[in-house]
């Protein structure tokens, strides 16, 4: 069983950065990819992008490229999603989830995180 563990959300002013992580056991081939998704008050899920551990391969939405970056530490099996230059829009909860392959659907992903609460105020 692959369980995950956001953590690092919080309340920050539009231009701040957040730093969420999500821990989980060690990565192994059915759990190759770690997405990141968000959803907004009264939206629906969307994703953010992925990191894949075997290759450290990232993806980003254009949304928050140049603003967002993915990367992994191998050494305590823990993602990063580091968020510079927020905006309002931002605001959302964040989960992590991992999958064998993962994709952009939040239904291709196996295993989630209980999710972390990001609020950009302007």
């Known amino acids: 069983q692959v369980r995950l563990v956001e953590s690092g959300g919080g309340t920050v002013q539009a231009g701040d950065s957040l730093r969420l992580s999500c821990q989980g056991p060690?990565?192994?081939?059915?759990?190759?990819?770690v997405g990141w998704f968000r959803q907004p008050p009264g939206k629906d899920r969307e994703f953010v992008g992925s990191i894949s551990w075997s290759t450290g391969a990232t993806y980003l939405i254009d949304s928050v490229k140049g603003r967002f970056t993915i990367s992994r530490d191998t050494a305590v099996n823990t993602v990063i999603l580091q968020m510079n230059s927020l905006k309002p829009e931002d605001t959302a909860v964040y989960y992590c989830?991992?999958?064998?392959?993962?994709?952009?659907?939040?239904?291709?992903?196996?295993?989630w995180g209980q999710g972390t609460q990001v609020t950009v105020s302007s």
């Open positions: 060690r990565p192994t081939f059915r759990s190759d990819i």
């Open positions: 989830a991992a999958d064998e392959f993962g994709g952009s659907s939040w239904s291709e992903y196996d295993y």
